[in-house]
C-alpha cells in the first residue's frame, strides 16, 4: 500500500470516526450510541444477582463483544490522528480507555468484579456523538448561559451556605443533644437537607419552638431551589434572542451575521466547532478539508 493511499484511508477513517457531517459519519454515531446504551444496560443487568446468576454467561460474551469493539474503535481514534497523545491524554480519551480496561484487567487478576463499574463511564461518551451539527448550536447555548451565570450562582451558594450555618446553629442551641442535635455540624447538616426538601427524618425536631424554625426552612427551601433555575434560565432566553434584537435601534453598522458551526474535527489537534466552509483549523491552522 502507498503511502498516498495509506494517507488517504486514514483521513477517510477520520472523517468518518470524528466527524458526522458525511452520512457515514453519522450512521457511525448512531452505532456508536446503541452500542454505549446496549453497554450500560449490560452493566446494570450484571449488578443484579439473580439476573446475573441466569443469564451469566450471556452477559459476560456480550460484554467481551462490546469491549473488543471499543477496543477497536480506540485504536483506529489513536492511529487516524497526526498527533496521538492530543487524544490519549484528552478528556473523551481517558473516558475511553477507563471504560474499556476493566474487563481486561478482570482476566489477569480476577476478584475485581468491583471495576465493572466503570464501563459505566461508556454513558459520558454520548455528548462526544451529540456533536452532531443540529445539537451543536443548542449546547452552546447551555455552556453560555452556565458560563454567564456562574458568578451569580456562586454568589448564591455562597449565601446559601452562611445561612445553613446560621440556622444550623440556632437550631442545635434551641434542640440540643437530648433531641438528636449533638453539635453544629450536625445540625447543619439537618438543615441542608431540610433545605433542599430532601428530608431524610433521621433528625427531626421535638420542640414547638424547632419545629416552628423547621417549618420556615421548609418553606425557604422552595424558594432557593427556585432561584439557581430563575437565573440559568434567564441567561438562556437571552442567548436565544435574534441577534438584531440585541442590537442598539438605529445602528445597522453593528449588525453581526449569526455563525454557523459545524462538527468537523481538525485531524491533527482534535478541535472542533469549526466555522462552515473553514478551510483551515481555528487553533492550529491545519488544512480541514483534504483532497
Known amino acids: 500500500m502507498s503511502k498516498y493511499t495509506r494517507n488517504k484511508w486514514r483521513l477517510k ?39 446475573d446468576k441466569n443469564f451469566h454467561n450471556f452477559l459476560n460474551i456480550s460484554e467481551w ?3 473488543i469493539l471499543f477496543t477497536i474503535e480506540y485504536i483506529a481514534r489513536i492511529i487516524t490522528v497526526r498527533k496521538p497523545l492530543n487524544y490519549v491524554f484528552s478528556f473523551y480519551g481517558i473516558v475511553d480507555l477507563l471504560s474499556t480496561i476493566p474487563k481486561y484487567i478482570s482476566l489477569i487478576f480476577g ?9 459505566a463511564l461508556r454513558l459520558l461518551r454520548v455528548f462526544r456523538i451529540l456533536k452532531l451539527a443540529r445539537y451543536l448550536g443548542a449546547s452552546n447555548n447551555l ?18 451556605i452562611i445561612v445553613a450555618i446560621i440556622l444550623g446553629t440556632i437550631m442545635y442551641l434551641v434542640e440540643g443533644e437530648e433531641n438528636g442535635f449533638s453539635n453544629i455540624p450536625k445540625s ?32 425557604l427551601g422552595y424558594g ?4 439557581p433555575t430563575g437565573i ?25 451575521t449569526p455563525v454557523q ?31
Not at 476478584?111 to 464501563?119: D, F, N, Y
Not at 434560565?233 to 453581526?256: F, G
Open 224 to 227: 432557593i431551589i427556585a432561584v
Open 261 to 291: 458551526l459545524n462538527s468537523q474535527c481538525c485531524a491533527n489537534c482534535l478541535a472542533i466547532k469549526h466555522q462552515d466552509g473553514a478551510q483551515y483549523c481555528h487553533k492550529c491552522g491545519c488544512k480541514l478539508h483534504h483532497d
Open 13 to 51: 477513517l477520520h472523517e468518518i470516526i470524528y466527524e458526522a457531517d458525511t452520512p457515514e459519519g453519522k450512521l457511525f454515531d448512531v452505532v456508536l450510541l446503541i452500542t454505549i446504551l446496549a453497554s450500560i444496560l449490560l452493566v446494570m443487568l450484571e449488578s443484579v444477582n439473580s439476573i
Open 65 to 67: 463483544i462490546i469491549t
Open 111 to 119: 476478584g475485581v468484579h468491583a471495576l465493572a463499574a466503570l464501563r
Open 143 to 160: 455552556i453560555n448561559a452556565l458560563k454567564a451565570s456562574k458568578a451569580k450562582i456562586s454568589v448564591f451558594l455562597f449565601a446559601v
Open 232 to 256: 440559568v434560565s434567564a441567561e438562556y432566553t437571552n442567548q436565544n434572542k435574534p441577534i438584531k434584537e440585541k442590537e442598539p435601534i438605529n445602528k445597522p453598522e453593528n449588525k453581526v
Open 188 to 219: 447543619v447538616y439537618w438543615c441542608i437537607v431540610t433545605l433542599t426538601t430532601v428530608g431524610f427524618g433521621d433528625i427531626a425536631p421535638q420542640t414547638p419552638l424547632g419545629q416552628f424554625i423547621a417549618s420556615l426552612v421548609m418553606i
